[in-house]
Protein backbone atom coordinates (compact mmCIF):
# COMPACT_ATOMS: atom_id res chain seq x y z
CA UNK A 1 0.00 0.00 0.00
CA UNK A 2 3.13 2.69 0.93
CA UNK A 3 4.62 1.46 -2.43
CA UNK A 4 1.27 2.44 -4.33
CA UNK A 5 0.21 5.49 -2.63
CA UNK A 6 4.13 6.53 -3.49
CA UNK A 7 3.77 5.99 -7.28
CA UNK A 8 0.46 7.78 -6.85
CA UNK A 9 2.35 11.21 -5.57
CA UNK A 10 4.93 10.59 -8.10
CA UNK A 11 2.83 10.86 -11.10
CA UNK A 12 0.70 13.63 -9.29
CA UNK A 13 3.84 15.40 -9.54
CA UNK A 14 4.98 14.82 -12.95
CA UNK A 15 1.75 15.08 -14.68
CA UNK A 16 -0.60 17.80 -13.11
CA UNK A 17 2.00 20.41 -13.37
CA UNK A 18 2.02 19.81 -16.91
CA UNK A 19 -1.74 20.02 -17.19
CA UNK A 20 -1.47 23.56 -15.44
CA UNK A 21 1.06 24.82 -17.78
CA UNK A 22 -0.60 23.91 -20.71
CA UNK A 23 0.13 26.03 -23.97
CA UNK A 24 -2.21 29.33 -23.91
CA UNK A 25 -2.93 32.09 -27.01
CA UNK A 26 -1.92 35.78 -26.96
CA UNK A 27 -2.33 38.16 -29.38
CA UNK A 28 1.23 40.09 -30.34
CA UNK A 29 0.39 43.55 -32.09
CA UNK A 30 -2.48 44.98 -34.16
CA UNK A 31 -4.81 47.51 -33.68
CA UNK A 32 -6.80 46.70 -30.19
CA UNK A 33 -10.29 48.21 -29.35
CA UNK A 34 -11.69 48.51 -33.14
CA UNK A 35 -15.50 48.15 -32.99
CA UNK A 36 -16.76 45.85 -34.88
CA UNK A 37 -18.24 47.57 -38.02
CA UNK A 38 -22.60 48.01 -38.90
CA UNK A 39 -21.89 45.69 -41.91
CA UNK A 40 -20.27 42.77 -39.89
CA UNK A 41 -22.90 40.21 -40.57
CA UNK A 42 -22.77 38.55 -37.49
CA UNK A 43 -27.11 37.51 -36.81
CA UNK A 44 -27.62 37.18 -40.24
CA UNK A 45 -24.27 35.52 -41.42
CA UNK A 46 -22.07 34.86 -38.19
CA UNK A 47 -24.43 33.78 -35.58
CA UNK A 48 -21.93 31.24 -34.18
CA UNK A 49 -19.47 33.88 -33.37
CA UNK A 50 -21.41 35.35 -30.70
CA UNK A 51 -20.29 38.93 -31.94
CA UNK A 52 -22.41 41.34 -32.33
CA UNK A 53 -21.47 44.89 -35.22
CA UNK A 54 -21.52 48.02 -32.68
CA UNK A 55 -21.14 46.34 -30.13
CA UNK A 56 -18.05 44.12 -29.89
CA UNK A 57 -14.47 45.39 -30.11
CA UNK A 58 -11.79 43.38 -32.06
CA UNK A 59 -7.82 43.84 -32.40
CA UNK A 60 -7.34 44.11 -36.32
CA UNK A 61 -3.75 42.66 -37.82
CA UNK A 62 -3.12 44.08 -41.63
CA UNK A 63 0.00 44.76 -43.91
CA UNK A 64 1.23 47.20 -41.28
CA UNK A 65 1.60 44.44 -38.84
CA UNK A 66 4.80 42.67 -39.94
CA UNK A 67 5.70 39.74 -37.54
CA UNK A 68 3.00 40.63 -35.64
CA UNK A 69 -0.42 38.32 -34.67
CA UNK A 70 -1.93 35.20 -32.62
CA UNK A 71 1.15 33.72 -30.47
CA UNK A 72 0.62 29.88 -29.52
CA UNK A 73 2.74 29.44 -26.38
CA UNK A 74 4.40 25.83 -26.86
CA UNK A 75 3.93 23.07 -29.02
CA UNK A 76 -0.10 22.22 -28.53
CA UNK A 77 -3.01 20.38 -30.27
CA UNK A 78 -5.51 23.22 -31.51
CA UNK A 79 -8.76 22.97 -32.96
CA UNK A 80 -10.19 24.99 -35.49
CA UNK A 81 -13.93 24.66 -35.79
CA UNK A 82 -15.68 26.78 -38.97
CA UNK A 83 -18.06 29.91 -37.89
CA UNK A 84 -19.13 30.93 -41.24
CA UNK A 85 -19.13 33.51 -43.75
CA UNK A 86 -20.62 36.41 -46.03
CA UNK A 87 -18.50 36.57 -49.04
CA UNK A 88 -18.72 35.93 -52.87
CA UNK A 89 -14.82 34.92 -53.08
CA UNK A 90 -13.76 31.47 -52.50
CA UNK A 91 -11.81 31.78 -49.32
CA UNK A 92 -9.82 28.97 -47.72
CA UNK A 93 -8.06 28.59 -44.33
CA UNK A 94 -5.13 27.12 -44.73
CA UNK A 95 -2.84 25.53 -42.01
CA UNK A 96 0.69 25.95 -42.43
CA UNK A 97 2.43 23.03 -40.92
CA UNK A 98 1.55 20.08 -43.55
CA UNK A 99 -1.88 19.56 -42.92
CA UNK A 100 -3.00 22.11 -45.83
CA UNK A 101 -6.65 23.52 -45.74
CA UNK A 102 -8.79 23.68 -43.32
CA UNK A 103 -11.92 24.85 -44.71
CA UNK A 104 -13.49 26.62 -47.41
CA UNK A 105 -16.36 28.55 -47.88
CA UNK A 106 -17.48 26.89 -51.46
CA UNK A 107 -17.70 23.41 -49.03
CA UNK A 108 -17.24 23.50 -45.49
CA UNK A 109 -19.99 23.54 -42.80
CA UNK A 110 -21.04 26.52 -40.07
CA UNK A 111 -20.77 24.51 -37.03
CA UNK A 112 -20.29 21.06 -38.21
CA UNK A 113 -16.36 21.39 -39.83
CA UNK A 114 -13.79 21.34 -37.44
CA UNK A 115 -10.05 20.32 -37.47
CA UNK A 116 -7.48 19.40 -34.89
CA UNK A 117 -3.52 19.46 -35.40
CA UNK A 118 -0.84 18.85 -33.57
CA UNK A 119 1.31 22.44 -33.93
CA UNK A 120 4.13 24.59 -32.59
CA UNK A 121 4.79 27.70 -32.46
CA UNK A 122 6.86 29.66 -35.37
CA UNK A 123 8.26 32.84 -35.97
CA UNK A 124 8.10 34.88 -32.50
CA UNK A 125 5.59 32.25 -31.57
CA UNK A 126 3.07 32.87 -34.38
CA UNK A 127 -0.04 30.06 -34.99
CA UNK A 128 1.08 28.83 -38.59
CA UNK A 129 -1.87 29.38 -40.06
CA UNK A 130 -3.27 31.68 -43.08
CA UNK A 131 -6.34 32.78 -45.14
CA UNK A 132 -6.50 33.23 -48.95
CA UNK A 133 -9.35 34.81 -51.33
CA UNK A 134 -10.09 34.24 -54.99
CA UNK A 135 -10.54 37.91 -55.34
CA UNK A 136 -8.17 40.62 -56.54
CA UNK A 137 -4.40 39.43 -56.98
CA UNK A 138 -5.06 36.41 -55.39
CA UNK A 139 -3.14 37.98 -51.98
CA UNK A 140 -3.13 36.10 -48.62
CA UNK A 141 -3.39 37.04 -45.06
CA UNK A 142 -0.92 35.15 -43.20
CA UNK A 143 -0.72 35.28 -39.64
CA UNK A 144 2.38 37.89 -39.03
CA UNK A 145 2.92 38.46 -42.75
CA UNK A 146 -0.81 39.91 -44.45
CA UNK A 147 -0.78 41.77 -47.78
CA UNK A 148 -2.55 44.59 -49.08
CA UNK A 149 -5.73 44.93 -48.84
CA UNK A 150 -6.49 41.85 -46.71
CA UNK A 151 -7.40 41.73 -42.68
CA UNK A 152 -7.29 39.25 -39.94
CA UNK A 153 -9.61 40.84 -37.08
CA UNK A 154 -9.23 38.61 -33.68
CA UNK A 155 -11.75 38.69 -30.97
CA UNK A 156 -11.23 39.12 -27.16
CA UNK A 157 -8.92 35.63 -26.04
CA UNK A 158 -11.25 33.92 -23.46
CA UNK A 159 -10.80 33.57 -19.74
CA UNK A 160 -8.08 30.86 -19.58
CA UNK A 161 -5.89 31.93 -22.90
CA UNK A 162 -7.67 28.58 -24.56
CA UNK A 163 -9.82 30.15 -27.36
CA UNK A 164 -10.48 33.07 -29.50
CA UNK A 165 -12.44 33.89 -33.03
CA UNK A 166 -10.37 34.66 -36.13
CA UNK A 167 -12.55 36.79 -38.18
CA UNK A 168 -11.37 37.06 -42.11
CA UNK A 169 -11.00 40.66 -44.35
CA UNK A 170 -10.52 39.15 -48.10
CA UNK A 171 -10.26 42.87 -49.19
CA UNK A 172 -13.61 43.05 -51.08
CA UNK A 173 -14.04 47.35 -50.05
CA UNK A 174 -15.90 46.82 -47.36
CA UNK A 175 -13.65 45.77 -44.66
CA UNK A 176 -16.36 44.30 -42.42
CA UNK A 177 -14.46 41.38 -41.29
CA UNK A 178 -17.10 38.71 -41.74
CA UNK A 179 -15.88 36.87 -45.20
CA UNK A 180 -14.66 33.86 -42.96
CA UNK A 181 -14.38 32.99 -39.24
CA UNK A 182 -13.19 30.49 -37.29
CA UNK A 183 -12.56 29.37 -33.76
CA UNK A 184 -9.05 28.44 -32.91
CA UNK A 185 -8.73 26.91 -29.29
CA UNK A 186 -5.80 25.12 -27.20
CA UNK A 187 -7.07 21.06 -26.62
CA UNK A 188 -6.13 20.76 -23.22
CA UNK A 189 -4.88 16.80 -22.61
CA UNK A 190 -8.10 15.10 -21.69
CA UNK A 191 -7.73 14.36 -17.36
CA UNK A 192 -8.46 10.45 -18.31
CA UNK A 193 -5.17 10.66 -20.68
CA UNK A 194 -3.23 12.07 -17.63
CA UNK A 195 -4.85 9.62 -14.86
CA UNK A 196 -4.13 6.84 -17.62
CA UNK A 197 -0.16 8.32 -17.80
CA UNK A 198 -0.39 8.38 -14.26
CA UNK A 199 -1.21 4.80 -13.57
CA UNK A 200 1.42 3.18 -16.00
CA UNK A 201 4.18 5.60 -14.01
CA UNK A 202 3.09 3.63 -10.82
CA UNK A 203 2.64 0.32 -12.48
CA UNK A 204 6.65 0.83 -13.90
CA UNK A 205 7.65 2.49 -10.34
CA UNK A 206 5.90 -0.65 -8.37
CA UNK A 207 7.82 -3.39 -11.20
CA UNK A 208 11.02 -1.53 -10.22
CA UNK A 209 10.34 -1.54 -6.67
CA UNK A 210 10.15 -5.58 -7.14
CA UNK A 211 12.77 -6.34 -9.22
CA UNK A 212 15.04 -4.33 -6.34
CA UNK A 213 13.82 -6.61 -3.59
Known sequence: MKKLMKAALVAMTLFVPASAHAATLSLLGGQSGVTLPANFSGASHLPL???NAGVDQVTVFNSTNDNEGLVLSGPS?????????EAGYLNKAIELAG???L????SSIAGVSS?????APGTNGLLPFKFTTSGGGGQE????NIENPLAIAFSQISADGKSIIALFG??????????MAIRI???????????????LLGLGWLSRGRKNV
Open 185 to 199: SVVPLPPALLMFAGA
Open 170 to 179: DGAGDHDYDD
Open 77 to 85: AVRFDYLGK
Open 99 to 101: LGV
Open 115 to 119: VTVQL
Open 141 to 144: AENG
Open 103 to 106: FSTN
Open 49 to 51: TGL
